[in-house]
């Protein structure tokens, strides 16, 4: 199971972390994977990190202001976004897959639910 937090309605400029719960069998054991979602617009990738969390890949979007990183003792992998700007208002969706690296949506195996956000200026 995949469960995202920590999305919500900010202003531009200020910063919001978010959360992604991993339980079940994949746990410790999966790359995870950071996908957005805006209104009329194609999923994108984010960012991911590597199993052991030595390793971590962005996309364009996250455009040197996010981070990604994670706790294998708390099973969560995080999301910290600064400087958010209007254009960066999507759902983001947490995703795991098992094996090596991909910032392709359909290569992940499970998925959460999506976590809103919402950045005003």
């Known amino acids: 199971q995949v469960v995202e937090s920590g999305g919500g309605s900010v202003l531009a400029g200020t910063s919001l972390r978010l959360s992604c719960a991993v339980s079940?069998?994949?746990?410790?054991?999966?790359?995870s994977g950071w996908f957005r979602q805006a209104p009329g617009k194609e999923r994108e990738f984010v960012a991911a990190?590597?199993?052991?969390?030595?390793?971590?890949w962005y996309g364009d979007s996250a455009s040197g202001r996010f981070t990604i990183a994670r706790d294998n003792a708390e099973n969560t992998v995080y999301l910290q976004m600064d400087n958010l700007k209007p254009e960066d208002t999507a759902v983001y969706y947490c995703?795991?897959?098992?094996?090596?690296?991909?910032?392709?949506?359909?290569?992940?195996?499970?998925w959460g639910q999506g976590t809103q956000v919402t950045v005003s200026s």
């Open positions: 079940g069998g994949m746990r410790n054991s999966y790359h």
């Open positions: 995703a795991v897959k098992i094996g090596y690296h991909s910032d392709h949506g359909p290569d992940y195996d499970f």
């Open positions: 990190v590597s199993r052991n969390g030595d390793n971590v």
